[in-house]
């Protein structure tokens, strides 16, 4: 089995697959309004100079999440090489 991490540990150019959001109802519906659902894959494009908030690519939209709530959601490292 992979090791979990949260999202906010990729760095630009990585990409994960969410596997499970560990927080409250409120934010969990946020997220998955913005389509943040188990199996999809994130990819970090850019951090700002100060490393928050950071771009995300999910879901063919470019989404901007601060590092407190990215570290709610739990992913696993994927090879750039599997990437769409």
Known sequence: MEKLISLGTLNPGETGIVVKINTTDKLKRRFLDLGIV??????????????EPKAYLIRGAVIALREEDAEMIKVTRMEESLWD
Request: cysteine-free.
């Open 38 to 51: 188990p199996n999809t894959k994130i990819k970090i494009l850019y951090e700002s100079p100060f490393k």
